[in-house]
């Protein structure tokens, strides 16, 4: 850890011991950044995440960045952290409208006032990586331009390398329960992506191109007035979803459920924080898409994957669920299939117990996604991800519409997305009855087969040979080298034997020196035969 840094680590754990984590801290190894007075008790305290929470909202900045990463991923965390972390609340006090007159000169080369006409000096909204000001172009067009704060990319590097710091020192008493090395390297590439506006205007772009639906629109960015510090896109006037009229909500939630369905199964980028706050409706009655931080990219793999899952889970078939988790996923050395498949039928059987009103079809897949991920599984890129967002839309379109029923209202538009792709008329009756039908079986075979050969292609053919005329191959070789040698030598001492015996000193009319080669050749001699006599014996030879 750079020096600068070791100063703040000492803030750092005195901030979590304000929240009643000194004692933990000490137990950890910890206790001499703490005054005495200040460890207390050593025991884990029962409300761990919410301190937690609570610290990393008095922290602020690459803290509440990690928190909220943490909250969509719960292949990393236990659920009850990835619930409390959720909550985390992002809102600072704003930069001086000259601090961030400032870093847009500095971005583009050039005064304000040749890229904008007039910038609001009242923040729209202000968190701990940017804020965002409404502005008009020198065209007169209405933008939201969205400035990242001066120097954040250093502090949240500082931050990260204290984050790394405490995470290496705790690695070693959490054993295997929580990969926290792994988590901070992926908390650093995802903070990476995030300080480059950038690579969220590429996600704007591809879900504003791929979206056919009239009813939903997504901000134009201008390319011309955006950098990786700088991000300028269509200004959206609307209302927020908690100030329109209760007879607009039931159709926004219609609005928006169509539009994920459409990202999953067409487009392949998907916005997956679709939550209340995240979406306006337009005057033109349109609804508009805010905050493209979190966006999963499905691949043809991962969108089969959802869709068969789907399929399944509507059946209810731990079975059927089972096989095509294990189809598209990878197992890994620790996995145990036939735990994994007690796993997924004792979840299915709790689902499908509970009432149909808190049945909840993307409750169980996103669950399933997590089981895959305790037991070792590896699916798809984005999975979890898009078990994320399918929670979040759900849970948006029922707070819109309490009685709305998310899979009454999919079936159809699922059938009409199967019906495009040509699948069988059998199969689509059966996702519309929930009955098993033979055709699934036959709509699997093509691909499944293909799956196969790709893996042979890529990865070749192991043979486990366990029978017992190939278990001694080895040492039969090793026993052919050990005679090839006796013979090789005992024949170098008698030729060696054969050429010094005119060389003294001498017993009679014998050379010493070629007697002793002579009788060193005669020992491997004997001991080569008594090889040889030896062999296809049970004693000596078992096989």
């Not at 510090?229 to 219609?254: N, S």
């Not at 392949?268 to 939550?275: E, I, K, L, R, S």
Request: charged share 25%.
């Amino acid at each position: 850890m750079k020096t600068e840094n070791i100063k703040r680590v000492t803030t750092v754990i005195r901030v979590l011991a304000r929240h009643g984590l000194g004692g933990v801290l000490s137990r950890y190894g910890f206790a001499w950044h703490l005054p005495v007075f200040k460890r207390g008790t050593t025991e884990l305290p029962a409300d761990l995440p919410q301190r937690l929470r609570k610290a990393m909202e008095e922290l602020g900045g690459a803290y509440i960045k990690l928190g909220q990463l943490l909250s969509t991923r719960p292949d990393l965390v236990p659920q009850e952290y990835c619930e409390e972390f959720s909550k985390l609340q992002d809102d600072v006090p704003p930069e001086s409208m000259q601090t961030v007159e400032k870093v847009i000169e500095q971005e583009f080369k050039k005064p304000v006032q040749q890229l904008f006409s007039h910038i609001d000096p009242r923040p729209l909204g202000s968190a701990s990586v940017a804020q965002v000001h409404k502005a008009r172009l020198k065209t007169g067009k209405s933008v939201a331009v969205k400035v990242q704060r001066p120097d954040v990319a250093q502090k949240f590097a500082a931050d990260i390398d204290i984050i790394r710091y405490l995470a290496q020192k705790l690695q070693k008493y959490l054993h295997n329960t929580i990969n926290i090395t792994l988590i901070i390297d992926e908390f650093e590439q995802y903070t990476k992506k995030e300080l480059n506006f950038t690579v969220e205007a590429s996600h704007i772009d591809e879900i504003r191109t791929s979206m056919k639906s009239r009813n939903v629109v997504v901000p134009h960015v201008f390319w011309s007035h955006t950098t990786e510090r700088v991000l300028t896109m269509e200004y959206l006037e609307g209302a927020k979803l908690a100030d329109i009229k209760m007879t607009q909500k039931p159709h926004i939630a219609r609005v928006l459920v169509d539009a994920f369905l459409e990202q999953i199964f067409e487009g392949g980028t998907v916005h997956a924080d679709m939550h209340p706050g995240n979406v306006l409706l337009l005057k033109n009655g349109k609804v508009g898409l805010l905050d493209f931080g979190i966006v999963g990219h499905l691949d043809s793999k991962t969108r089969k994957l959802g869709l068969d899952l789907y399929l399944a889970v509507l059946e209810h078939d731990a079975e059927k669920i089972t096989e095509v988790l294990l189809t598209y996923g990878t197992p890994g050395s620790k996995t145990n299939i036939d735990t994994f498949s007690r796993a997924v039928s004792d979840l299915v059987s709790t689902w499908w117990e509970n009432n149909p009103e808190q049945r909840k079809v993307t409750y169980l897949m996103y669950h399933l996604f997590i089981l895959c991920s305790q037991h070792h599984i590896r699916l798809p890129a984005d999975t979890i991800l898009l078990g994320k967002g399918m929670i979040t839309v759900e849970a948006t379109a029922r707070q819109l519409d309490p009685n709305f029923n998310f899979v009454e209202y999919s079936q159809p538009k699922i059938s009409k997305l199967l019906k495009q792709q040509r699948t069988p008329r059998k199969l689509i009756e059966r996702f519309a009855h929930r009955s098993k039908v033979f055709a699934e079986a036959l709509v699997e075979l093509p691909p499944r087969a293909l799956e196969t050969l790709e893996h042979i292609k890529q990865r070749g053919i192991t043979l486990d040979v366990k029978d017992t005329q190939f278990r001694h191959l080895g040492q039969d070789l090793n026993l052919s080298s050990n005679r090839l040698s006796y013979s090789m030598i005992s024949a170098a001492l008698i030729l060696a034997s054969a050429l010094m015996i005119q060389i003294g000193p001498k017993i009679g009319t014998y050379s010493i020196i070629s007697l002793l080669s002579l009788t060193v050749a005669s020992i491997f001699v004997i001991a080569l035969f008594v090889s040889v006599a030896r062999e296809h014996t049970p004693r000596h030879d078992p096989h």
